[in-house]
């Protein structure tokens, strides 16, 4: 009986490496995003004069930004689609779509911080509640705004005709990521701190 020997280059995992590497990070960046809101919300349940600085017009506010999230999430499927269909033009055009809805969700979110400091006071210094809100929604400011630069140059290249459906594919797996984590801050952070 011969030996069969690989000769390189397949996928053995029936995936290219680019997902797969994008998968691995989605997969490790979950895991830091859990163990803060697991630990947010141990300490939100745990204290009973937990601030509650939101009221109806903030909650306004993180509601817009939700709708900019999840409008840059079906921008970014059709970016996906267009591109694996051949339509590259139509791929750039929703790729910086997804990019400019990303910066608008960053703009919302640094005026509310600034009504926050300004107006209720709450700094990242003031408390719990201010560590672990600046701490929690600038991780993942942090991150959209990675991914409108991300995004950006993945538009840019894919224009000039250097990438894939592959790579616009694996750009996708970070943003809808990013949007996913939004769906859990949203309902934590906010709607949990309502001023009634």
């Known amino acids: ?18 997902p797969l590497g994008m998968w691995l990070f989605v997969v490790s960046d979950a895991l830091t995003f859990s163990t803060f809101l697991v630990c947010y919300t141990y300490l939100r349940l745990a204290s009973p004069n937990w601030p509650t600085p939101f009221t109806g017009s903030s909650i306004w506010q993180a509601s817009w930004m939700t709708f900019v999230l999840l409008t840059s999430s079906l921008t970014m499927a059709l970016a996906v689609k267009a591109m694996k269909q051949g339509a590259r033009g139509r791929a750039v055009r929703f790729l910086a779509a997804t990019a400019l809805c990303g910066a608008i969700f960053i703009a919302l979110h640094l005026r509310e911080w600034l ?17 672990t809100f600046f701490t929690l929604t600038g991780l993942h400011m942090a991150h959209v705004a990675v991914g409108v630069v991300y ?35 949203f309902p934590l952070v906010y709607l949990m701190s309502v001023k009634l």
Request: hydrophobic share 45%; glycine share 14%; aromatic share 12%.
């Open 151 to 185: 995004l950006s140059i993945v538009a840019l290249r894919t224009g000039a005709g250097r990438l894939t459906a592959d790579d616009v594919e694996t750009g996708g797996l970070y943003w809808h990521f990013v949007d996913l984590v939004w769906m859990f801050l």
């Open 115 to 131: 009504h926050l400091i300004s107006v209720e006071k709450i700094t990242i210094s003031s408390g719990l509640f201010g560590a």
């Open 1 to 18: 009986m011969q030996a069969s020997t690989w000769s390189g280059g397949g996928r053995p995992f029936g995936i290219a490496s680019r």
